[in-house]
């Protein structure tokens, strides 16, 4: 059975910064592309960044020069390195990632940013 277990959430002040780790365990063979998605209260879970196993990545618009993913393929774990947070960044965070060619998702960990 694979797992996705995210970490690294809390609650900071706005232009403080974040890293969120997310590792893939359980019996695995591949692992493609592994990404970020927020849901705040009441609104839809939205992207926030992919990246591919060879390293391509994608971000959304409202977390470009701030937020950097990464990952790193010997531990299967993707990271969100989060810089210069403000309060509309607040969400639950998810994980998500191809694993063995099926969709997995973490349970998510919550991000909070004060003003």
């Known amino acids: 059975q694979v797992q996705l277990v995210e970490s690294g959430g809390g609650l900071v002040q706005a232009g403080e910064s974040l890293r969120l780790s997310c590792a893939a365990s359980?019996?695995?063979?591949?692992?493609?592309?592994m990404g970020w998605y927020r849901q705040a209260p009441g609104k839809q879970r939205d992207l926030v960044a992919t990246i591919t196993s060879s390293g391509s990545t994608n971000y959304a618009d409202s977390v470009k020069g701030r937020f950097t993913i990464s990952r790193d393929n010997a531990k299967n774990t993707v990271y969100l390195q989060m810089d210069s947070l403000r309060p509309d960044d607040t969400a639950v965070y998810h994980c998500?990632?191809?694993?063995?060619?099926?969709?997995?998702w973490g349970q998510g960990t919550q991000v909070t940013v004060s003003s």
């Open positions: 359980g019996s695995i063979f591949r692992v493609n592309t």
């Open positions: 998500t990632g191809v694993v063995n060619y099926k969709d997995y």
